[in-house]
């Protein structure tokens, strides 16, 4: 399974983007990069998702380097909302299932 | 509309007890998950079904630990004979795709606090 690293933390601050790294430079052609966050006592919530191509959604964007060994997922304008712990994800490929294994992710703090 | 619901939010157990934890997926989704988070930790996958079969239980700890989805729907996570160790936040979720090369993203739930005393 590839293993993706993530900085233990970040801060940010209110208005201005979030720009969150990850390595994974083991990863293989068919498997994807996810992105979730976990905010205080709720359960991770599924930010995107991406293979080879950028993408962006209402929450954020994926950018993701052309040798696919790393990516960043960007919040263009951070609210205090936003802090949370945030999971850059590679999705096993030899599964029965699609589970998700998480690693220790970033935890966000977006300042006033 | 509704997402994945778990009950309790809550549960206190004395050492020793049994323990039933419940997760309501979201309607007519195929793949349902568990996970165990700890303290500080990021969740750690316990069990997989797709509908009621289950089809990996590599990450349950111990025998200690039993799940099931009977109707392919609902589904209950049991610990039996709880250990100050089984205390962490067990969460639940559920996708629309099976199989390996499904890329439907997972919905979790808000979890159930366990807390062994």
């Known amino acids: 399974d590839a293993k993706t690293t993530q900085p233990t933390s970040m801060d940010c601050a209110e208005g201005r983007a979030a720009n969150l790294p990850c390595n994974h430079s083991?990863?293989?052609?068919?498997?994807?990069v996810y992105w979730y966050r976990q905010i205080h006592s709720q359960g991770p919530q599924y930010i995107i998702h991406?293979?080879?191509n950028n993408e962006t959604n209402e929450m954020a964007s994926l950018i993701i380097t052309e040798d696919r060994k790393s990516s960043t997922l960007i919040l263009p304008h951070a609210t205090l909302r936003d802090t949370a712990v945030y999971y850059c994800?590679?999705?096993?490929?030899?599964?029965?299932?699609?589970?998700?294994?998480f690693g220790g992710g970033t935890r966000l703090m977006v300042k006033p | 509309g509704a997402g994945v619901s778990q009950s309790p939010r809550y549960k206190v157990a004395k050492r020793g007890q049994d323990v039933a934890l419940r997760c309501d997926p979201i309607?007519?989704?195929?793949?349902l998950f568990w996970y165990q988070q700890a303290l500080g930790q990021g969740p750690e996958f316990l069990t997989y079904?797709?509908?009621?079969?289950?089809?990996?239980k590599s990450g349950l700890p111990s025998d200690r630990f039993f799940a099931e989805r009977p109707e392919g729907s609902v589904s209950t996570l049991k610990i039996q004979r709880t250990q100050q160790e089984d205390s962490a936040v067990y969460l639940c979720?559920?996708?629309?795709?099976?199989?390996?090369?499904?890329?439907?993203?997972?919905?979790f739930g808000n979890g159930t606090r366990l807390t062994v005393t």
């Open positions: 979720a559920s996708s629309s795709g099976q199989g390996a090369h499904s890329n439907s993203p997972l919905h």
């Open positions: 083991t990863i293989s052609g068919n498997e994807y």
């Open positions: 991406g293979l080879k």
């Open positions: 994800i590679v999705r096993p490929r030899n599964n029965a299932g699609n589970m998700l294994t």
């Open positions: 309607s007519g989704h195929v793949s």
């Open positions: 079904f797709q509908n009621e079969a289950q089809l990996d």
